[in-house]
């Protein structure tokens, strides 16, 4: 297997850059793989943190697995693990690259292009065309938390065994957005993508973390590539095939009183807005439907409009 300028013979393991740009102080924009290769031919695996610059979960997810030596253990096929691919953005507290381009939206990239466009095109042309199948590490924007949850193509049959494989609490069979890895990965190159989406942006939260690190073991489990079997988890998953956003009716402070995870039921309250200079009275939000809250804000000040829970049926 050659990728860039590394080359990994069965049994062999090591890392490789590839250089994908450069930064106005002439550093070069690289993204560092990790390649662990079993002496038995089977699946390549790759997984992938930091997409989205500021959205640590996955990357400390991928670490851990670096640095506990799962990869180290494997009997068939090969790991790719990334744990950071957008470095600028990472440096920046940032979901993008310095252009304001987000790389999950530039796939499947040009070499010309964009620095977004750019490390698209380092990740598709170097790392996508050695796989079989990948886990895209993600987690809630600015003041979103999402419930740890695997998505995927639901017309994609790989995609949903090895996501039954991963069990992390939540199942979401949608579609991906434009230009995404996981929309570009499956269509042009048959690759089936799980996306991971746990927490929020720039911050660590632990039961996301547990979750991905143990659904990697399962995967690979499932993959044949480990053949100790991992502990199931402790609760089958729920599985959510639409979901609609909740969002702010008027301006001001917000609580919620009930958090993703848990499922609601129509009319049930869930949250309040508030207004700070106590001129008008709170304002209570009910669920509009039954269903299960899937993320929720946990931004204190919102604005009219601001999306506030993500509820999935
Ligand atoms: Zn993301």
């Known amino acids: 297997m050659a990728i860039a300028d590394g ?26 793989a990790h390649v662990f290769r079993a002496y038995q031919p089977g699946p390549t695996v790759l997984f992938l943190g930091g997409v989205h610059g500021d959205e640590i979960n996955g990357v400390e997810i991928i670490r851990r697995c670096l640095r506990g030596g799962i990869f180290k253990r494997l009997e068939t096929g090969t790991v790719i693990a990334i744990p950071l691919l957008n470095i600028y953005g990472f440096n920046n507290f940032s979901r993008d690259v310095p252009d304001g381009k987000d790389v999950n939206r530039s796939f499947p990239g040009t070499k010309s292009g964009s620095l977004a466009s750019r ?40 995609a949903a065994e090895a996501a039954e494989a991963f069990a992390p609490p939540l199942i979401f069979a949608n579609k991906a957005p434009a230009k995404s890895l996981r929309r570009h990965a499956l269509k042009i190159l048959n690759v089936p993508v799980l996306t991971f989406e ?24 499932q993959q044949g590539m480990l053949t100790k079997k991992p502990p199931a988890p402790d609760r089958t998953p729920v599985r959510i095939t639409q979901s609609t956003w909740i969002r702010a009716s008027r301006a001001g402070l917000f609580q919620w009183t009930k958090r993703s995870g848990f499922a609601v039921r ?37 604005s009219q409009g601001d999306a506030l829970f993500h509820i999935g049926e």
């Open 7 to 32: 080359e990994f013979y069965p049994g062999q393991s090591g890392t490789v850059e590839v250089v994908a740009g450069q930064l106005p102080s002439g550093n070069p924009v690289q993204i560092k």
């Open 119 to 158: 490390i698209a095109h380092g990740l598709s042309h170097n790392i996508l065309t050695h796989v079989n199948l990948a886990v895209d590490f993600h987690t809630g924007g600015r003041g979103t938390y999402n419930y740890p949850q695997i998505r995927y193509n639901a017309e994609d049959l790989r």
């Open 198 to 221: 746990g927490g929020e942006n720039l911050r660590y939260d632990a039961h996301s973390i547990d979750v991905g690190v143990s659904g990697i073991a399962r995967l690979l489990h």
């Open 266 to 302: 129509k009319g049930e309250a869930i949250g309040i807005i508030s207004d700070p200079q106590v001129g008008r009275l709170d304002k209570r939000i009910y669920a509009p439907r039954d269903g299960f809250l899937i993320g929720h804000a946990n931004a204190a000040v919102v």
